[in-house]
């Protein structure tokens, strides 16, 4: 069954970078350490920031990210730490290096999904994007988790680089034994907005020739398959996550965003001071969200416009959606 994913109204959604620092450097990385920080967030401030997501009347959900979360050594103590706050669920995203022996530290049930990326069905591919070896140590990592009884999820960048071996993920998701597939829509942020990395976010037609029909081919499998709207047809309406929706994306430097694409740039719309959360000064964010467009999303039109198209009269085509905006197919 096939359904949009509209934000979720009632739910806190923190996506928290613990530290920046990163063992690979992938050519679409979007951690831009100038804007990010540096540092290593210590245990006791983590804690601190996730009490103040932690909202008793509320789902709350975190995401644990970097850099790679598993070079901080204390990430078991954060997953603990969520836990017994009462988040909702708890997932860790990672390039599956998965050091520290993190799989020794934390249980199956103290965690809902460790989240591989893997950019390529073939070695190949993957690593001209994500650097030599890291086929085989995701790979490893995913089926080392597996056989430990952690629920594990796959999130795939789509870019120029890669669609053209989407397809062949579906045999090796079953094979690896994967319980989610996202695929994502590679952001024009970070490394990849640097010319010389020469990946780019693929064109309208082929996102819609390729993706939903890939999508379709793994939910076959009983697999459940999350991807960005992206293109909003005539009928639907735009709405912008930063408005309605109570998504947290966190560093290290303390800067909170609620909407990823303007990570880039110094217009978060939160900070954290001495461990309390405080709104930041105008312009931040938060103003660009209720600007009222044709295009759509105001931060895809300032940043990637490429992917927008106009008729003669001057009029676009279609509507860009906000980037939370997900379509999700399972047939479990
Ligand atoms: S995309 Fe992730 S794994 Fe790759 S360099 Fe950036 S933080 Fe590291
Ligand atoms: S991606 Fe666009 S629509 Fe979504 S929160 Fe950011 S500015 Fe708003």
Redo the contacts with the bound molecule.
Sequence with gaps: MKKTVSFSKNSINVFFHILTDCNLRCRHCYINREQHGKNTLPIETIAAWLGAFADKTREANVIFLGGEPTLHPDLSLAVKKANSLGYKSITIDTNGYLFHDILSKIKPNELDYISFSLDGATRETNDMIRGKGSYDKCTAGIKKANSKGFNTSLIYTVSTENIHELEMMTPLLKDLGIDRFFIQVVGIRGKSAETDQNIRQVSRQEWLNTIPAAAEKVADLGITVTYPKVFLGPEETFE????VADNYFIFPNGRVY?????EDFPIHGMVFENNNLTPTEKIN?SD??QLNIPE?????RLIQPDNLSYNGDGTPEYQIA???LKEEISNK
Excluded: D, H, I, K
């Excluded at 912008?240 to 408005?243: E, H, P, Q, W």
């Excluded at 759509?296 to 895809?300: A, D, K």
């Design positions: 912008c996550a930063g408005l609620r909407c990823p694409l303007c964010e660009f969200f759509g999303c105001v931060m895809n906000c980037c939370m």
